[in-house]
């Protein structure tokens, strides 16, 4: 903003403060986005705070713009705290930075929001995502009747059942249900050799049959988890255990659409939409390599044409807005898998895990690029699996955290998907870790978490009270690695010495 434009008269107290907050607005588009705004009028208009992720739907943004005037293009880019629309003319689009700057408008959740809105040259939004699913992933829609979906559905007893013939448990963010083997979650794996008395629902088995014959699975299934999603519920990004679970891996949606998103090692993220009544086939790639999990949220980005049902959410900023969750059901098969897999991606196949003889680096250079190789690349790379397979946390870390005084600030140094930084609410926890995608799965769960390396923590000397660094030490290549990360925790993070670091 030019600031000789505004010297001829004195602004109010709140006009300075949307002045500021407007202009805060344009350093942050830029700095993080590399959104340039512009200080003379054009038609276009970035709507700071109007944006898909921060809860604003096409629905309620539209009709506040089309107020200043008409609007050709509203861009929605998903998962962003902002949009861009472009007015018919430049009058109308200043119509609208005068009128709606520091407006306040009401978002899908009922929240107030105020909006900021600055010039820009051209509203646009290029985003690559694949235009395809998965290599191996399949949704078939309307896969069942709307009768047998109420039947299926009715067919659950979420009643606590004592005689023990499935196991049940209310997760975190959902409540599950398993038939024919119980799934344990501590290593996200079965006991083979006790099967639940029972096996899976008769219910059940006139669909798997006429799945079979359709060609949509070639074994039956022999496990079954139902898991029920509220609104805001989901499921973190995991990897089916290979060795645990056969190729095909099938989940029916009952209830309510979702949107499940598939992640590949490289980082490329495909939102995927289960329309109600769609099953869900994962062979192959999609399987054994990709993530999938269900952010916790109570809306998703979907098409608002409805003219594609299931699949892709396309990157069409044109075409896209928010839906609100309903309850879905899902259901789960598997078949137990009694052989090793032998599937051919070995980097995340637990059954090809190879046992590496220890060894010492020569040098700290040598050292630094084992960490990076070693460690680094591969929590990167299992971050999904990873985390679906951290759930159980240590006893004592759980009593030392509990023991600290309300309002301390505590660092956990490796965090990875920040299992001990809710322990205790009555903390303020920041975690850090090397792995961007096991950040993302702490932030997914609401917690607060940065990428760093435990070597250089960016944390300001004696600004918590305490710190923990639970099995992140066993990772560093040498013993210097070790103190120097050690010292660095204790001296310059902690301000008493409360700190308790440990491996396994
Ligand atoms: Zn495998």
């Known amino acids: 903003m030019d600031s000789n434009h505004h010297s001829n008269y004195k602004l109010s107290k709140t006009e300075k403060k949307f002045l500021r907050k407007q202009v805060k607005a344009s350093h942050t588009l830029l700095r993080h986005e590399g959104i340039q705004t512009v200080s003379y009028a054009t038609q276009s208009l970035v709507v700071a705070n109007g944006g898909l992720g921060n809860g604003m739907s096409r629905n309620q943004l539209l009709p506040v713009l ?28 200043k119509t609208a930075y005068v009128t709606l700057n520091g407006k306040e408008v009401v978002d899908d959740l009922g929240r107030k929001i105020i909006l900021y809105l600055n010039f820009v040259e051209k509203a646009q939004w290029k985003e690559l995502r694949p235009q395809a699913l998965p ?15 109420k039947m299926l559905l009715e067919s659950v007893d979420w009643t606590e059942d004592t005689d023990n013939q499935n196991s049940q448990k209310s997760l975190k963010h959902r409540r599950v249900k398993h038939f024919g083997y119980e799934f344990h979650y501590e290593n996200n794996s079965v006991d083979k050799d006790k099967p639940l008395s029972g096996g899976l629902p008769d219910i059940c088995d006139r669909f798997l049959e006429k799945w079979l014959r359709e060609g949509y699975i070639k074994h039956k299934p022999d496990q079954m988890t139902i898991n029920q999603y509220e609104p805001g519920h989901g499921i973190p990004a995991h990897i089916d255990t290979h060795s645990a679970f056969e190729d095909e891996i099938i989940s029916l949606s009952l209830g309510s659409e979702i949107v499940m998103d598939f992640k590949h090692p490289d980082g490329i993220t495909v939102p995927v939409m289960l329309p109600r009544r769609s099953l869900l086939v994962m062979t192959g790639e999609s399987r054994y390599l990709w993530t999938h999990g269900i952010t916790c949220r109570k809306f998703d980005t979907v098409q608002a044409s409805g003219s594609q049902k299931s699949g892709i959410i396309t990157s069409d900023v044109g075409d896209i807005t928010l839906s609100k969750r309903g309850l879905r059901t899902s259901f789960t098969f598997r078949k137990v898998r009694q052989t090793p897999c032998n599937c051919s991606y070995p980097l995340v196949c637990d059954s090809q895990r190879k046992e590496t003889p220890p060894s010492f680096p020569e040098s700290d250079k040598e050292a630094s690029r084992l960490e990076q190789e070693y460690v680094h690349q591969v929590y990167e790379e299992i971050a999904g699996h990873f985390s679906s397979t951290r759930h159980t946390p240590w006893p004592h870390i759980v009593e030392f955290l509990k023991a600290l005084p309300n309002g301390s600030i505590v660092a956990d140094i490796g965090c990875g998907n920040g299992k001990y ?8 926890m920041i975690g850090c870790d090397r792995s961007q995608n096991l950040v993302d799965i702490c932030r997914e769960r609401q917690f607060q978490a940065f990428v760093c ?17 639970i099995a992140v030490i066993h ?6 690695h070790r103190i120097l990360a050690g ?9 008493p010495l409360e700190y308790t670091v440990s491996s396994d």
């Open 135 to 149: 290599p191996g992933l399949m949704v078939v829609e309307e896969i069942i009747s709307s009768e047998d979906e």
């Open 453 to 469: 390396d435990a070597l250089a923590v960016p944390v300001r000397s004696g600004s918590c009270d305490a710190c923990i660094s």
């Open 66 to 93: 089309e107020k200043c005037g008409l609007v050709d293009a509203l861009l929605m880019p998903p998962n962003k705290p902002y949009s861009f629309a472009r007015y018919k003319t430049t009058e109308e689009s």
């Open 421 to 428: 930084l809710g322990i205790n609410k009555e903390l303020y």
């Open 475 to 480: 990772h560093f290549a040498t013993a210097s």
């Open 487 to 495: 010292r660095d925790f204790e001296i310059s993070i902690s301000r």
